[in-house]
């Protein structure tokens, strides 16, 4: 129940609401034809050193230098459904880039800007191609020591680690010939529907050669960069308008808008938008699952498509363990986050730092002599920047030998998770659990687990 003392205070929310969502209205390309006319020099001189750096390059050191006195053990991965009976959502790009309507476009001058605006930027003309073959991989994947992006980069790569998550970032990216990509991304905050942005494909690098985006993989597929650059764009977007609605509404209360643009108004500790996202926001960023059919009557999908984030010591609990264990055999899309402890120091030793985040690859068994242990597989968006080795030898189906420390690929049990990870996040749409099938279960009191493999605690 509203008392009346609330109610203009809550309409006056509302129609801000609803006003800064009028400003997202679509339209047709052709109305940013005079914006798309800039473009960035070319980079014409030879890439000066390294992209990594220093201290990260360092902590990466360290962990192949531990890496050198534990010995690999062999993990067998697992495979996943395939959901081929999911109804995968049509793209919603056109054929021809001029036939779209889009909610925005934004040029790399203002992109550009927002990262460093007295720098002088360029772009490193290439080959590049937006995948190798016909699907995402996520190992192409590899970011930047100057980019705070690991969650973003993360989420992307546990969709493209799926079957299922491969088939939807193929319908929300076109690459166009005449310089430019389409990138269709969520934003259930504001707009509350699918938000269509397009971009240059052009390759930024500063003057010394180095990119701004997550283009420096080796297999030149560029869709992860791509979907970087599009989700920085959204990201400025909002935030001009909600710097224009300020000067438009001098001395009114926009704290409801702010609220929901927590992370762009609110944070001033990056200046770029893009290093500002969190595990959260990234999930919300992408597409979520599906209607798909449990397996188990212990889980179903959620009403409301809310990515399930679960944190410290919640983690231990049997129940989560179990939730996590079951989302990742289902082929659902889960990252995780190190821990920013006093342990997560002592485990950054292992080459991956601390308040960082990983891919899950999959479920895998790993052989410890006749013992074998249950649980995942996981990948740190660094990636090459470990080394290729254990990269080349990864695929659902195989074995990949892996060891604790130095590599990008690594193997946690279910019951490591708390030690190693103070969060984990699963995409929307992923599995929780039933709780009506619980409660009868609780009334019917079985002794520890029942014939669907749910244990009762």
Not at 18 to 35: L, P, T, W
Not at 203 to 229: L, Q
Not at 403 to 417: E, L, T
Request: glycine share 8%; hydrophobic share 35%.
């Amino acid at each position: 129940m509203v008392s009346d003392s609330q109610e203009p205070e809550y309409s006056a929310a509302a129609r801000d609401h609803n006003e800064f969502k009028a400003r997202f209205g679509s339209h047709s390309v052709k109305k940013h034809e005079a914006e798309m006319q800039f473009m960035l020099k070319p980079f014409m001189r030879k890439a000066s050193g390294s992209q990594q750096a220093l201290g990260k390059r360092l902590l990466r050191t360290l962990g192949k230098v531990r890496g050198l006195v534990t010995r690999s053990l062999p993990a067998d991965q697992c495979t996943v459904p395939d959901w081929k009976e999911a109804r995968v959502p049509a793209s919603e790009w056109q054929d021809e880039l001029r036939a779209n309507q889009v909610d925005m476009f934004v040029s790399d001058e203002r992109l550009l800007n927002n990262m460093d605006s007295s720098s002088e930027w360029y772009d490193r003309m290439g080959n590049g191609v937006l995948f190798n073959g016909e699907v995402p991989d996520t190992f192409d994947i590899a970011q930047l020591d100057r980019r705070q992006t690991c969650f973003l980069l993360s989420a992307l790569g546990a969709y493209a680690a799926t079957p299922l998550g491969q088939r939807l970032l193929q319908q929300i990216i076109r690459l166009y010939p005449e310089g430019f990509v389409g990138v269709t991304l969520n934003d259930d905050s504001l707009a509350e529907r699918s938000v269509k942005v397009v971009v240059s494909s052009s390759r930024p690098v500063d003057r010394h050669g180095k990119d701004c985006y997550s283009f420096a993989n080796t297999s030149g597929a560029r869709w992860a960069g791509y979907i970087e650059k599009a989700c920085h764009a959204l990201l400025l977007e909002r935030s001009a308008n909600v710097d224009q609605l300020k000067k438009e509404k001098p001395g009114e209360d926009l704290s409801y808008i702010e609220g929901l643009l927590r992370l762009i108004t609110s944070n001033k500790k990056n200046s770029c938008l893009l290093d500002r996202i969190d595990m959260s926001l990234a999930f919300k960023l992408l597409p979520p699952m599906p209607e798909l059919t449990s397996p188990s009557p212990a889980f179903q999908q959620p009403q409301s498509l809310n990515a399930f984030d679960a944190r410290d010591d919640d983690l231990k609990k049997p129940l989560i363990k179990d939730l996590i264990c079951f989302n990742i055999k289902q082929g659902i899309p889960v990252i995780l986050g190190t821990r920013g402890d006093w342990r997560g120091t002592f485990n950054a030793s292992s080459g991956t730092p601390t308040n960082h985040a990983v891919t899950v690859l999959g479920p895998a068994s790993l052989r410890k002599g006749s013992d074998t242990v249950d649980g995942f597989l996981t990948y740190d968006p660094y990636g090459e920047a470990f080394g290729k080795s254990d990269i080349a030898t990864a695929s659902v189906g195989t074995t990949t030998s892996v060891k604790p420390s130095g590599q990008a690929i690594r193997f946690c049990s279910y019951d490591d998770i708390h030690e190693y990870f103070n969060r984990v996040t699963i995409a929307r749409g992923g599995f929780v659990h039933n709780l009506e099938y619980l409660k009868k279960l609780a009334a019917e009191k079985p002794d520890a687990r029942n014939e669907d493999g749910w244990e009762l605690v």
